[in-house]
T-cell receptor
Framework: AQSVSQHNHHVILSEAASLELGCNYS??????LFWYVQYPGQHLQLLLK??????LVKGIKGFEAEFIKSKFSFNLRKPSVQWSDTAEYFC????????????FGGGTRVLVKP | DAGVIQSPRHEVTEMGQEVTLRCKPI?????LFWYRQTMMRGLELLIY????????DSGMPEDRFSAKMPNASFSTLKIQPSEPRDSAVYFC???????????????FGPGTRLLVL
């Protein structure tokens, strides 16, 4: 069974600091990878996704993620955060053999101090 | 284009009552997912449908929960009888599936906040 680990449960940082959120998954086959963001009181929105091609994926709002197959990782990065990036971030993985099922990590709550 | 529509947005009910949550997926999407989000357990997949057929309901907590998708544009999640531990935010999501069965992006609705007293 596929599983997703987000090792940081909470991250607190100041505006303009750089952000990196870790995501590791446990599945050896072909995967599709996603990062979703949930702003306070809102629903999940897609930040970026990786299906194939360039392993460095750029998403909305200045976020990017790098797929490193050998490390089973898909870490999310943003060079300079803003207060409005305060949210919960979810990594999700779909193993193609699992069909349409998407497995989410436990989420990382990010608080950006103004 | 309208996104995933869920109703009601908020529901407060008493223990033992029946609760029905509704979802309208994005037009043209053929996969629909029900998730539950709580502080303790995070985001859990309850059930998903492909072409109106339930594919995986292993996440449904117990027999009190049931889900239906009578047509491509409507799904319900029912809890009968409801209990306080069912209090959570319930999200519906939809996606389009390619012919190979590979997953496309899931788009989430605004959620239903359920409080069972």
């Amino acid at each position: 069974a596929q599983s997703v680990s987000q090792h940081n449960h909470h991250v607190i940082l100041s505006e303009a600091a750089s952000l990196e959120l870790g995501c590791n998954y446990s599945y050896g086959g072909t995967v599709n990878l996603f990062w979703y963001v949930q702003y306070p009181g809102q629903h999940l929105q897609l930040l970026l996704k990786y299906f194939s091609g360039d392993p460095l994926v750029k998403g909305i709002k200045g976020f990017e993620a790098e797929f490193i197959k050998s490390k089973f990782s898909f870490n999310l990065r943003k060079p300079s955060v803003q207060w409005s990036d305060t949210a919960e971030y979810f990594c999700a993985v779909n193993a193609k053999a699992a069909g349409n099922k998407l497995t989410f990590g436990g989420g990382t709550r990010v608080l950006v101090k103004p | 284009d309208a996104g995933v529509i869920q109703s009601p947005r908020h529901e407060v009910t008493e223990m033992g009552q029946e609760v029905t949550l509704r979802c309208k997926p994005i037009s043209g999407h053929n996969s629909l997912f029900w998730y539950r989000q709580t502080m303790m357990r995070g985001l859990e997949l309850l059930i998903y449908f492909n072409n109106n057929v339930p594919i995986d309901d292993s996440g449904m907590p117990e027999d009190r929960f049931s889900a239906k998708m009578p047509n491509a544009s409507f799904s319900t999640l029912k809890i009968q009888p409801s209990e306080p531990r069912d209090s959570a935010v319930y999200f519906c999501a939809s996606s389009a599936t390619r012919g190979t069965g590979a997953l496309e992006t899931q788009y989430f609705g605004p959620g239903t906040r359920l409080l069972v007293l």
